[in-house]
């Protein structure tokens, strides 16, 4: 049997991504005057209810950090690449430090250095998914992730450029921003959210993985 240390930190591989949509996604529709489809997941944390999405954004980091620790010590075992954990590890604390420093609509250090943490964010989610996708491959063990990674992996980075690409435009274009920019923007939030889920789907089939494997490793 796995110790209940272990198996604690393993599970908080499951329960940050679950917890963390829960959240956003409850109070998403709980807020007066919040559009999902429009508005990013980092405006819930403005307005006097932007406590719940400040914590929301703290917890996840602590959770993912405590898991990515954990894969770091098991990939040194197995004589593994760290560069997988230690870039969960660097999600981690965005993520972390994205609740603090909250988002605003005006050119504020807070609300620019929340942006900066998400542009990581957001690049390196699909990026730390296609590494591990390569650490399974040397793992008979954990092959059976690789399919549910490469998909969920393609995904992901498929949502980014449809969220970043605009988001990017908005920002570089000097003169009058086309209709059809405009247009993409008004999916903002939606866009968003095809980015951030697919992560989530796989960081907890990972950590459920992870936790089988462990669990039967422990019992033989």
């Not at 959770?63 to 590890?89: A, T, V, W």
């Not at 296609?130 to 399974?136: A, I």
């Not at 951030?196 to 494997?213: A, E, K, Q, T």
Request: proline letters at 5%; aromatic letters at 16%; charged letters at 15%.
């Amino acid at each position: 049997m796995m110790n209940k240390r272990k198996q604690i930190v393993v599970l908080a591989g499951m329960i940050a991504p679950v917890l963390f949509v829960l959240v956003f996604t409850i109070e998403g529709w709980r807020r007066p005057g919040y559009i999902p489809v429009e508005m990013p997941i980092s405006a819930l944390s403005l307005g006097p209810r932007g406590w719940i999405q400040i914590t929301n954004f703290v917890v996840f980091g602590l959770l993912l950090l405590l898991f990515s620790r954990k894969m770091f010590i098991e990939f040194s075992k197995e004589n593994l690449k760290r560069s997988g954990p230690i870039l969960l590890i660097i999600i981690a604390l965005l993520y972390l430090l994205s609740g603090p420093f909250v988002m605003d609509h005006q050119e504020s250090l807070h609300g620019t250095i929340h942006n900066i943490l998400g542009m990581f964010v957001f690049l390196l989610m699909p990026i730390s998914i296609f590494v591990f996708l390569r650490q399974f491959n040397k793992k008979p063990d954990w092959q059976i992730l690789q399919r549910w990674t490469l998909v969920l992996g393609i995904i992901c980075a498929a949502a980014v450029v449809l969220f970043m690409f605009p988001v990017v435009l908005l920002f570089t274009m000097s003169s009058k921003i086309p209709g059809w920019v405009e247009i993409i923007l008004g999916w903002n939030g939606l866009f968003q959210r095809f980015a951030v889920l697919p992560f989530m789907v796989w960081l907890f089939i990972f950590s459920f993985g992870f936790y089988n494997l462990q669990r039967e490793q422990a019992e033989r």
